[in-house]
């Protein structure tokens, strides 16, 4: 592990210390197959409206035909060219029907298509987080979980983070940085993050360990030489002879302390990783000649494995990604097409990711769901540079065997009509995130929902009964 990467498992290391030590296997209160959330933010405010659309009709009565007429531009045609449009629709979209409404998802998406014929990917529309078209601000509400964040509120508590308080737990962030939703509450700093666990390199995790029999396997004996090899057999000298010199009472206890935590929490982790080698599925998505258009998802899909691979040791409940590069003011369909792509085409990320957990344990493909969605939508009707410009509503993903899939919210309300043809017209609001997101924290522990949010004044579209949404 190197130098930084120990500052971060610092936090994780006092969380240990504050419980009294590392969990056994037997002890574990997270057992490997647990209810888990994976919440993957899509930064910039994906357009839902072009993974899913309506199937191309003719008909000016429609709405089918006004979303293609809005939104000609994106396929470079005239709203007149009704045989271009078709052929754009016919070309990039599989018509499924879905709880009796036909529409269009994107060829590249094979998987989700499949999930979704499997009754496994709930569509929930017309939702709304921010009511602001500002990135950053956004965000800091979508992931606080608060209307109330202001725009330069950045020290408090994450929605994930709070739950997984509630739950005894830990949020692991397979990500580069952690992000907002992980912290958890302080009620004197504004957050805290003992409950966080830093996992963007899963297969480096725990403090260095010169490896004496590889390098005599090796031949060479050139390595015990090495800066590594002299620090690592120096400190840890260090640390073992401090560790009985110093009394309990001294301030300086905490350092031999976590030193001596982190390592045996390295201790525990290598082993159950060297025993269970990354999957070359896994693997070919960040390395190799067909890796993923974003190759930093494909090490957040690895990193994600291993954590599931060590979730009893992690005590991981919440699991936080990120997909960045969503904000399609230009050239949308070129833009968002290997986007999709990445997380819902075939042997691509969601797909490879759950094969995987699926071969390495049943149980943890069985409970786990994973949330999608983005701070922000698009507009309705597209720009003059091939694009969406930035909306407040939009819609969001909830994938798992345990969800009961299908539509929630009308995709394609006969009351947007008028308003496509209407420049910088946003989708409306109905659901809230919050109660979404509260349903699924529901799923994991009764009653978790309405602790880790205040949900009074968040609305749910007529009609839509979110109570359904996971199976018990």
């Known amino acids: 592990m190197k130098r930084r990467d120990f500052i971060k498992m610092s936090a994780m290391t006092a969380f240990f210390l504050a419980v009294g030590g590392m969990p056994s296997n037997a002890q574990a209160a997270t057992a490997i197959g647990s209810r888990t959330v994976v919440n993957i933010i899509l930064d910039g405010g994906p357009d839902f409206k072009h993974l899913i659309v309506p199937p191309f009709e003719s008909d000016t009565q429609t709405y089918a035909a006004a979303y293609w007429r809005a939104r000609a531009s994106i396929f470079k045609s ?13 070309d990039n979209y599989d018509e499924v ?38 990135h950053y601000h956004s965000k800091l509400i979508m992931e606080s979980g608060s209307l109330d964040t202001g725009p330069n509120e950045t020290e408090i508590s994450g929605w994930g983070g709070r739950s997984v308080t ?36 899963s297969r480096d995790m725990g403090l260095y360990l ?16 090495s800066t590594q090899g ?3 057999r120096s400190l840890k000298g260090y640390y073992q002879a401090k560790a009985d010199d110093i009394p309990n009472n001294s301030p300086y206890r905490k350092f031999i302390d976590h030193e001596q935590k982190l390592r045996q929490f390295g201790d525990r982790v290598k082993p159950r990783l060297d025993a269970q080698p990354i999957p070359a599925s896994i693997k070919a998505l960040y390395e190799g000649s067909n890796t993923l258009e974003s190759t930093y998802f494909g090490k957040q899909v690895r990193n994600l494995y291993d954590s599931f691979v060590t979730q009893d040791i992690l005590e991981m409940r919440f699991a936080s990604m990120e997909y960045t590069g969503w904000d399609s003011h230009r050239e949308q369909h070129k833009s968002l097409v290997p986007k999709f792509n990445d997380l819902f085409g075939t042997n691509r990320g969601l797909d490879t990711l759950t094969t995987a957990l699926s071969q390495l344990n049943s149980s943890i493909e069985n409970n786990t769901v994973f949330v999608i969605s983005g701070e ?13 410009d930035h909306g407040r509503g939009n819609s969001m993903l909830v994938i798992g065997k345990r969800v009961n899939g299908g539509f929630y919210g009308d995709p394609f ?15 409306v609001g109905k659901t809230s995130m919050f109660q979404v997101f509260a349903r699924v924290l529901d799923w994991q522990e009764n009653g978790l929902g309405s602790r880790v949010f205040d949900l009074s004044n968040q609305p749910i579209e007529a009609g839509v009964n979110l109570s359904t949404l996971l199976k018990a």
């Open 376 to 388: 922000f939508g698009r507009q309705l009707k597209s720009n003059g540079d091939y694009g969406t």
């Open 413 to 427: 309300p006969v009351s947007d009509i008028d308003r496509l043809e209407i420049k910088n017209e946003d989708i």
């Open 166 to 201: 509630e739950l005894n737990a830990n949020v692991v962030a397979v990500t580069r940085g952690v992000r907002l939703v992980c912290n958890g509450p302080d009620s004197l700093r504004g957050y805290d993050n003992t409950r966080v666990v830093s996992n963007y390199d």
């Open 210 to 225: 010169y490896d004496t029999q590889a390098d005599l396997n090796s031949g060479s004996r050139s390595y015990i030489w």
């Open 97 to 134: 029907t879905v709880d009796g409404i036909r529409f269009g998802i994107l060829k590249t998406c094979i998987w989700l298509k499949n999930e979704i014929q499997q009754g496994n990917v709930a569509i929930i529309n017309n939702i709304v987080a921010s009511v602001n078209r500002n």
């Open 78 to 90: 005239k709203t007149s060219d009704s045989t271009k449009l078709r052929q754009a629709y016919v």
């Open 230 to 232: 002299i620090m690592s």
